[in-house]
């Protein structure tokens, strides 16, 4: 399976809000599907007949019902990460049926659903809950594309509407950033230095997805030997005992 690696630094947090409550202070990316799919959206089904994703009543449904592991991913149009500048995505999850696990990410390539890269992982608990996931920096990727799947292979499904991606400032977040997890230096040659807001389980896979590192962590200080690790990508994925799930990419060197 070839990976694209996404080198960037995702802060990602869920909130539970109303639209109405949100000030906008610039959209460069907006689009609702009151009037079916729009041009330029892409969708993955490897189970035709099977599985679907369609437009109903205003919303999209991604719908499950082959309970086999396969492709079934929405993917949105390309959309230019760097100027929203620590902006928001923000979602309505509308019907779910049958406990769904929602994924949400960005994907290099619409074309290759192996490219995309998950920044969240979640399980709508009730009918229309709005979802805001913070993007405080985006690195040196400047464009790409969003995605949402379904994880599981159980019969179950979910709709979501009216997708926003909001310009904001890193300087406004900087209260919320500290509870953030640090991860330096990276690229890494030799250890590995972790500040951890919050007790949490981490983990650490490469690129092909084999684990190096998974434990429960305290808050504080931590130092990862990565010297006997083979140089190239890898993934630091930190769920806090709160919920908060951040994902970090970092390049390991050898000397």
């Not at 610039?26 to 189970?47: A, R, V």
């Not at 929602?102 to 009730?126: Q, R, V």
């Not at 019969?155 to 330096?184: H, M, P, Q, W």
Request: charged residues 25%; proline residues 4%; aromatic residues 14%.
């Amino acid at each position: 399976m070839k990976l694209v690696y996404l080198f960037l630094v995702l802060f990602v947090s869920i909130t539970h809000t109303s639209f109405s409550q949100i000030e906008l202070r610039s959209n460069y990316f907006e689009e609702g599907f009151d009037n079916d799919i729009p041009e330029g959206w892409i969708t993955h089904i490897d189970q035709e007949n099977l599985d679907y994703i369609y437009w109903f009543e205003g919303r999209v449904i991604i719908f499950r019902q082959s309970g086999v592991e396969s492709d079934l991913v929405f993917v949105s149009p390309r959309i230019n990460l760097k100027e929203n500048n620590g902006g928001k995505a923000i979602f309505t999850i509308g019907e779910q049926f049958g406990d769904p696990t929602m994924g949400f990410g960005l994907m290099s390539d619409p074309a290759d659903p192996s490219s995309k890269m998950e920044i969240l992982s979640y399980s709508p608990t009730e009918d229309w809950e709005d979802v805001e996931v913070d993007l405080s920096s985006v690195g040196d990727v400047e464009e790409g594309y969003l995605y949402w799947s379904i994880e599981n292979r159980e019969f179950s499904y979910f709709s979501f509407d009216k997708v926003i991606i909001t310009e904001g400032e890193l300087s406004a977040n900087k209260e919320e950033n500290a509870r953030d997890i640090v991860v330096a230096p990276n690229p890494v040659q030799d250890i590995l230095q972790l500040s951890i807001p919050y007790e949490g389980v981490l983990e650490i896979h490469d690129a092909m997805g084999q684990s190096y590192l998974k434990q429960t962590v305290k808050q504080g200080k931590h130092l990862i030997s990565t010297q006997d690790w083979i140089a190239g990508g890898y993934f630091l994925r930190y769920q806090s005992e709160n919920g908060l799930l951040q994902t970090w990419p970092f390049v390991k060197l050898n000397y």
